[in-house]
């Protein structure tokens, strides 16, 4: 999705004597989750602005991306923190552990929802995680057989769907929003077929594999790792769809509109009371190994944390972080704090 760079500045308007401490220390350097870039993005700003320390560099390179380079080793030629719009996998954990990653600190820092949207100049959708998965499963079961997808038009899915072509642009198997869309809408989809739902209490590796195989008959189109650019090819096609995180939509909302599913809007209200039912959430990782390194990761993950950034009336909000409850965002905070090791 987005691919850039935020730039350290230096900021000397407050009439406020910055010293940075170790100048010849480099900056804190952050990779990872497009969706969470933002949010990352926001913080990285305010904590170069109001602190000693250089504003840190955050980079979009996407979940599997981030966690592929922060697991590549210890030392201040690889990443310190990574973002991610899912949680780290247990083969990642492993991964970081073979090149000497081991101390690894888990922060969960609010909630996203995954959209389908498509141009606010055509007609809202309105869609079930039934019809998502059989307008997107490479297989589907048809007769009590898996059979390649024959669906070629929404109304092909459902006829009270649109006669328009499937057409959703979408991000690669290297995303995040691409895991959990999988996970979150083709998973419950699939559980809606009665032969589906039986080969998952018999084989639940055979069913994931169904579940998450994604079409590749042009009908759903890898995008990148660009939003911006898939809103432009959605303005050109106002009945295509885009895979979203909702902070995107959040941002957008005069060009883009979130479909309905089952029965309820992507908003800001049903995701944070968990009526919106493709919903995750969202993390950083911190290499406990760097802490004392490179100067303020300690303090930089303090201030992500903090009731200013994620608090329910937090900084973070008006970007569309959906906050953890009071309670938990306080359990995240100690976690912290102390720089408590992930134990998968």
Excluded at 79 to 91: A, E, W, Y
Excluded at 104 to 125: K, T
Excluded at 134 to 150: D, F, M, Q, S, Y
Excluded at 168 to 188: I, K, N
Aim: glycine share 10%.
């Amino acid at each position: 999705m987005k691919t850039a760079r935020l730039v350290g500045l230096f900021v000397a308007s407050f009439g406020i004597g910055i010293v940075a401490p170790q100048a010849d220390a480099r900056e804190i350097r952050i990779v990872g989750s497009s969706t969470v870039f933002p949010f990352s993005a926001a913080v990285a700003e305010q904590f170069g602005r109001v602190t000693e320390f250089k504003t840190p560099v955050v980079e979009s390179t996407g979940s599997g991306g981030g966690l592929k380079l922060f697991c590549s080793g210890v030392g201040l030629e690889t990443p310190d923190i990574t973002n991610s719009s899912r949680r780290i996998k247990g083969s990642e954990v492993q991964k970081c552990a073979s090149n000497g990653v081991t101390g690894i600190v888990e922060i969960e820092i609010g909630f996203d929802g995954i959209v389908l949207a498509n141009s606010r100049s055509a007609d809202r959708y309105a869609l079930t995680v039934d019809q998502i998965f059989r307008a997107l499963a490479k297989e589907i079961p048809i007769n009590g057989k898996l059979v390649p997808n024959p669906n070629r038009t929404w109304k092909d899915v459902d006829a009270s769907l649109p006669d328009v072509k499937i057409e959703v642009l979408g991000p690669p198997p290297t995303s995040g929003t691409r895991d959990a869309f999988v996970e979150l809408a083709m998973e419950a989809g699939a559980r809606q077929s009665e032969m589906l739902a039986a080969l998952r209490k018999s084989d639940k590796k055979a069913f994931k594999a169904v579940a998450h195989a994604i079409r590749e008959d042009g009908h759903y189109v890898e995008a990148g790792e660009n939003d911006n650019l898939i809103v432009q090819k959605l303005q050109a096609n106002p009945r295509a769809l885009g895979i979203f995180g909702f902070s995107f939509l959040d941002q957008n909302q005069d060009q883009i509109q979130g479909s309905v599913v089952d029965g309820n809007e992507p908003t800001f209200e049903n995701i944070a009371a968990g009526a919106y039912s493709i919903s995750r959430s969202l993390f950083f990782y911190v290499k406990k190994a760097h802490v004392g390194e490179v100067p303020g990761i300690q303090e930089f993950v303090a201030e992500f944390t903090s009731d200013r950034a994620a608090g329910p009336d937090g900084y973070l909000i008006d970007k569309g972080l959906i906050p953890l409850p009071d309670k938990a965002l306080k359990v995240v905070r100690t976690r912290g704090e102390e720089l408590s090791v992930l134990d998968m």
